[in-house]
């Protein structure tokens, strides 16, 4: 699997690429901002973008979709549990101070267990509300990563005092579902330095008890 990793927007949301190899096939995870650079990856790595998975409707995350979309042709998931957060965006641009991006529905909810991504590298697609009703993580099971947006963070986990969010929530999330996976699976989170499950499970000081 072709991975590639960076931050985008004033926020650095961390933007993932995944491509196969194989065909060329993409997929685009939380196209926050700076879409050029997006294209430009994709383009280098000579990868043909089919599928934009965003896991939650925040701004720094969902910002670039509908640009990336309309270059690309590739459709857009997102949980339906946050179309209320799309439809505050110019609110949400407010609380940047940044003009409020162009957003559409998403072509499909990304929903709890749903098979996501690309035939030779799925992801299964965990529904884990609490930073948002819509947050979803990927799991990659073959490679044992999880994308995490804005769930779980090194050494944190999302914050729950913006609009959607429910602190108790978030915990029955990771509990039920993120903290289930074994220690070796490398984390990708939504912001910031990549960790693994162990690590988090030994160290994260809001997993404890
Ligand atoms: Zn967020």
Redesign the pocket.
Known sequence: MILETFPVGPLECNCTIAGDEGNGEAMVVDPGDNIPHILARLNGLGLTLKQIVVT?G?I??VGGAVKLKQATGASILLNKNDLPLLRMMDMQAGWLGVPTPEVAEPDESAEDDMIVGLAAYPATVLHTPG??QG?ICLHFAAEHLLLA??TLFAGSI??TD?PGGDGRQILRSLHDRVMTLADETRVIP?HGEETTIGEERATNPFLRG
């Open positions: 939650h925040h720094d995350h930073h948002t947050s947006g804005d999302g914050r913006l939504g």
